[in-house]
């Protein structure tokens, strides 16, 4: 209070108490400022939509079924939160978020949905380390590449694209880990992280069963390294590239004669590496309008695993089956009126698309694609509406299939208002 | 290799860069007003960045990597609060890893916690209500007075952290101040009577009768006099973003193109606003160069008001070099519509 007074003549103050008009309020006397607490800034988040496709057995089936990127039946239990036909309620996502003390901050997010609630992001942040660094524990998204770390919610698309839910699964790379990130002293933004993930078998690319036949491996099973730089453009443009590469043990158990058990067991170890690309001009007009934002990555993957056990064939034990797969997505959203965007997504998967087999031999897959266009409304920043069309064409064991997807989304926000980073 | 040594060299260059500049204070401010504030508070001693360059809508930014990077290296960080930036803060001051300008620290100067407010509700508040601000709203900026408290509250926090030049802080913020008493008064009245009590009468309202008196009545080219015809007249802006400008120059917001704060004019809305021009004689749609001028002007159009569009910004259109000159732009532009 002392400087605030130090800069006025005593008898302004004076003058201004006495006539402060009704409507005007001198800061920090009045009790607004007093509601303010310790408790986390909290909010909630209600995401459902409307999904209907032409396929016989649903979207999600042909997704499992792709060739070259086939499921595993390691890892346990996989639920899944692809899209049934008809009503979807994504989940209702509770946040919580403050700074603990002045040395760390922390968040919370639970994802609760019909049949069970499960923690999504339980984070502990440094605020307080020297020289550009920050330490992150807790379970969390991954910071590589672009998408990973932004939760369903933020999509400029409702479903994710095909090559993160390919080789990630629904929820991306989120797991229990530590991550050191440093943002370099240079003249331009350039940020590094490295990243230990415990691998608990969410994603499919790093799937982990450990119980016999399959070998058991300590954790962190999964390493992640990322980069992003972004040059100094003038005025309303911003520009963010990255790139981006993971490491870690995979295992696979198949069902190969299709009698309904396990019979051939793999493991091994996936890597990934890819780049990613995102460029936003953020128009002086308000609303959104003219806004426009272009994004795009790519991936490469590889599954180098050996065969450690087949009830069928012994004698293959010991040979090893290597997967190369890859995959992009780029989509631009532009806003054509206050309020008002629309989008357009291209995808490719497998490109390249090889197999190596334990038998010695090798298989090559086609690659598959899919086109979405999307038109959404936001009547606040609280709330949004959209429609999405896809129109895909899948290599699957089945062979070609052409399916059209049509989302109709709607989703809230409710409680403290959430900052997006870029 | 070559790539390597290059990457080493820049690395280097940087840091001889940030050495180079090192003896002068970094301000990073949200908007481009109160970077023009703390230029003239800082003089020679500081750099001062703006992250808003004042002709987009402040409510909504992207945090670009670009802001991040100004933020690391800030001594100072100036907001408008309010939750005027909260959509775009939080990533950049966090982004920034920067200790010193995290929020409660030394670095880190809420603006709005040395003017004065309006707007605060005084009951309930729901998003029902559209975009509203549950501490006040947060353009402040636009009552000079407030740009008087800015520059001394900005010049403590400069005081605090880097003593050594307190003594400039004060002397140029002072020297601000009276240059801009000068321009809302004129230099005879500020003489006369003294900027005090020259703005307690624009607080309480008789500033109006005081202008009347014959003693003063000579005493022209300042903002108040230029303003004082309009005193007591009605005026409908776009944003609720003109409340202060108004309050202190004795006008008075009639109605908003905006049905509720954050929503964009709807046809039925804009009926009603007509039929308040209309009864209420209306003269002036005021509103910022970032709004589309498509709805004031269909309402200027059935009622014969004038669309005034002016900045609301340093930096918004091109007069508006500096805090005093986006104040001289508004004047004019307002008055000249008589």
Same mark, same amino acid.
């Given at each position: ?13 004076? #003058? ?11 800061? @920090? %006397? ?79 997010? #639970? ?72 943002? #370099? ?6 940020? $590094? ?13 790093? #799937? ?52 309904? %058990? ?8 996936? %890597? ?59 989509? $631009? ?21 090889? @197999? ?21 409304? %936001? ?33 809230? @926000? ?9 | ?35 023009? !504030? ?9 750099? /001062? ?18 802001? !991040? ?47 004065? =407010? ?42 605090? =952290? ?44 008789? !500033? ?54 954050? !929503? ?66 508004? /004047? ?7």
């Amino acid at each position: 209070m002392q400087f605030r007074i130090a800069i006025f003549s005593l008898p302004l103050v004076a #003058a201004l108490l006495a006539t402060q008009s009704a409507t005007a309020q001198a800061p @920090s %006397t009045g009790s607004q400022r007093s509601f303010q607490s310790f408790n986390p800034d909290v909010s909630a988040i209600v995401d459902m939509y409307y999904h209907a496709d032409d396929s016989e057995k649903g979207i999600s089936h042909i997704l499992g079924e792709m060739s070259g990127f086939g499921h595993t039946h390691a890892g346990g239990e996989h639920h899944h939160h692809g899209p049934d036909e008809g009503f979807n309620l994504r989940h209702l996502e509770l946040q919580f978020s403050a700074d603990v003390d002045s040395y760390f901050k922390g968040s919370a997010i #639970a994802a609760i949905d019909l049949e069970s609630a499960e923690m999504e992001e339980a984070v502990i942040e440094t605020t307080c380390l020297p020289w550009g660094f920050k330490l992150k524990g807790g379970k969390f998204f991954s910071d590589f590449g672009y998408i990973n770390a932004q939760h369903s919610h933020q999509w400029d698309f409702t479903d994710q694209p095909l090559i993160y839910k390919l080789c990630l699964g629904d929820h991306g790379l989120n797991d229990k880990g530590m991550q050191l990130s440093w943002l #370099a002293p240079t003249p331009f933004y350039l940020l $590094a992280g490295v990243e230990a993930f415990q691998g608990d078998g969410e994603a499919p690319l790093f #799937a982990y069963d450990g119980e016999a036949p399959l070998p058991a491996h300590d954790g962190p099973r999964i390493g992640v390294g990322w980069l992003k730089f972004g040059p100094n453009l003038p005025g309303n443009h911003g520009l963010q590239l990255g790139a981006f590469g993971a490491g870690g043990k995979v295992q696979e158990a198949h069902d190969g004669n299709g009698d309904g %058990t396990e019979d051939h067991w793999l493991d091994g170890n996936s %890597t990934f590496l890819g780049a990613d690309l995102v460029y936003k001009y953020n128009a002086p007009q308000a609303y959104g309008d003219g806004d426009f934002v272009l994004q795009g990555e790519y991936f490469s993957r590889r599954k180098d695993m050996a065969l450690v056990g087949h009830d069928l064939v012994p004698q293959l034990v010991g040979n090893s089956k290597v997967d190369d797969q890859d995959g992009y997505y780029v989509q $631009a959203v532009y806003g054509f009126l206050p309020r008002w965007r629309g989008g357009l997504r291209w995808e490719q998967v497998g490109l390249t698309n090889d @197999s190596d087999l334990p038998d010695g031999t090798s298989e090559s897959y086609g690659s598959s694609y899919r086109t979405g266009a999307m038109l959404d409304f %936001t009547p606040s920043e609280f709330s949004r509406l959209r429609l999405q069309v896809n129109q895909g064409s899948y290599e699957t064991a089945d062979g070609k299939e052409d399916v059209t997807e049509v989302y109709l989304q709607w989703m809230i @926000s409710l409680g403290a208002h959430g900052a997006h980073k870029f | 290799m070559k790539r390597f040594g290059l990457l080493i060299t820049m690395l280097l260059t940087s840091c001889l860069v940030s050495a180079a500049t090192s003896d002068k204070l970094r301000i990073v401010a949200t908007t481009s007003d109160l970077a023009a !504030i703390a230029k003239a508070v800082a003089g020679d001693k500081a750099e /001062v960045y703006s992250i808003c360059t004042g002709k987009e809508d402040p409510h909504f930014l992207t945090a670009k990597p670009g802001f !991040i990077m100004q933020a690391r290296d800030a001594d100072l960080w100036i907001r408008i609060g309010l939750e005027l930036e909260i959509g775009w803060e939080p990533p950049i001051l966090d982004g920034s890893r920067n200790t010193r300008i995290r929020v409660g620290g030394k670095g880190h100067l809420d603006a709005s916690e040395s003017v004065l =407010i309006l707007d605060v509700p005084q009951t309930t508040v729901t998003r029902a209500m559209g975009d509203v601000h549950p501490m006040g709203n947060p353009h402040y900026w636009l009552d000079p007075f407030n740009g008087r408290r800015m520059a001394g509250a900005i010049a403590e926090q400069l005081a605090n =952290i880097a003593p050594a030049d307190a003594v400039v802080f004060r002397k140029n913020a002072e020297a601000f101040q009276k240059e801009l008493d000068e321009r809302m008064f004129g230099g005879e009245l500020v003489k006369a009577f003294g900027a005090d009590t020259l703005w307690a009468k624009t607080q309480d309202g008789t !500033i109006a009768a005081f202008l009347q008196d014959e003693a003063s009545k000579s005493k022209t080219g300042s903002w108040i006099v230029a303003m004082a015809p309009l005193r007591g007249q009605k005026i409908v802006t776009y944003h609720k973003s003109w409340i202060y400008f108004a309050n202190r120059f004795g006008l008075t917001v009639g109605a908003e193109l905006e049905p509720q704060p954050g !929503i964009p004019p709807t046809a039925a809305h804009l009926i009603e606003v007509a039929e308040t021009v209309k009864a209420e004689g209306v003269k002036i749609i005021l509103q910022e160069p970032f709004y589309s001028a498509k709805a004031a002007n269909q309402i200027a159009g059935k009622t014969g008001a004038k669309v005034v569009v002016v900045a609301n910004s340093v930096g918004g259109q091109p007069e508006a070099t500096d805090y005093l000159a986006l104040m001289d732009l508004i /004047v004019r532009r307002i008055s000249e519509t008589r």
